[in-house]
Each structure stands twice: as C-alpha cells, then as structure tokens.
C-alpha cells in the first residue's frame, strides 16, 4: 500500500511538475504556421479538458488552467480524477479572488488550488465511501462524505460525472481550498 502511494505520488508530481516551460532563445519563423491567441494544443476531442472546454459551466475553470499552462498536464494520458468547479462555484469566492489568483505573481497558490481538485486513477461515484480521506495531486488529503446516496467532497456536491478518455470528470459547486488557505 505504502509503495503504491509513493508511486502515485511521484506520478502526480512528474505530472504537475514538469510542465514548467523553460524560456528560450530561438526564433521560429514560419510564415505559414497560424497564428493563435491561446495555448491550447491539439487535444482529444473526449479527454477532461477538451469537456471543460466545451462546457459552457466551466470557463472560468478553463481559464485558470490556461493560465498556469496546465493544458497539457490535464490533458495527459492519466488516468486522472478532476473535481471540475462550475462558474458559479468559482462565483461563491470573496470577490477578487479569482482575478487575484489569475495574476502571474500569484500562480503557485493557483495550482496549488488546481492540484487540490486532482487525483491519481479514474474514479467513478462508486468508489466513493463515507469517511474517507482522498489524496490529492498537491499532496494534501480531501474527505469524502456519502450520506443518502449523495457524494461531497470536501463540502462540494458532485453534481454530475463524465468518463473522460483519460480519466473521470466530476462536476462540483464548490471550489475545493487546500488547508490553510
């Protein structure tokens, strides 16, 4: 079990954190190559981002992605869990806090926030057993309540579930805050 959680861990971090993009200093010049304003790669059409994507619920969530260039991390092969806040879940923070944490200078407490809202495997709903405690991506641990055939995590309702090509997509009305935060 122990080493299974290591494995799980290191996975998540080699995930999260090799996405850091390292400035250069080559040019590229291609006359012909389009010219796009987002930094978006080429995704499966039914993988956890391109649904966020598509969802008109979760744009705020998809812009916070972006902004920390998590694009490709969430869209990797996985398999991965994300807990997908609505934009109304995002709405119930203090005012100001989005735009504050979309800021540059505060992106890391962003995908701490992000890597709360993820875990290894794809888990279904039946998974989900009251009581316990799940580890997330940023290395902290989230509760799972299941009480009348209804799942929370964290105080969020899941709302909805969408199999992803990798992983599992639940749909939660609260954003999840790591502890301490």
């Not at 039914?46 to 619920?57: E, F, H, R």
């Not at 203090?94 to 944490?101: C, K, Q, S």
């Not at 509760?143 to 995590?153: E, F, H, L, R, S």
């Amino acid at each position: 079990m122990r080493s299974t959680l290591t494995v799980s861990w290191i996975a998540c971090l080699a995930l999260f954190g090799c996405n850091k993009q390292q400035p250069t200093n080559k040019t590229v010049k291609n006359a012909d190559a389009p010219r796009t304003s987002t930094n978006i790669p080429p995704l499966h059409p039914t993988n956890i981002v391109s649904q966020a994507i598509a969802s008109k619920d979760h744009t705020t969530l998809v812009a916070a992605i972006k902004a920390v260039n998590y694009v490709t991390s969430v869209a990797a092969s996985g398999p991965l869990t994300v807990f997908a806040p609505t934009n109304s879940a995002f709405e119930q923070l203090p005012a100001g806090t989005v735009e504050t944490l979309l800021k540059p200078e505060n992106h890391e407490k962003l995908r701490n926030i992000l890597k709360y809202h993820v875990t290894t495997s794809a888990l279904k709903m039946s998974y989900f057993v009251d009581g316990q405690n799940l580890a997330m991506a940023n290395g902290e641990k989230v509760k799972i309540t299941v009480k009348d055939g209804k799942v929370t995590i964290g105080g969020a309702n899941i709302l909805a579930s969408s199999p992803a090509s990798n992983g599992m997509l639940h749909i939660i009305d609260k954003v999840l805050l790591p502890p301490g935060k």
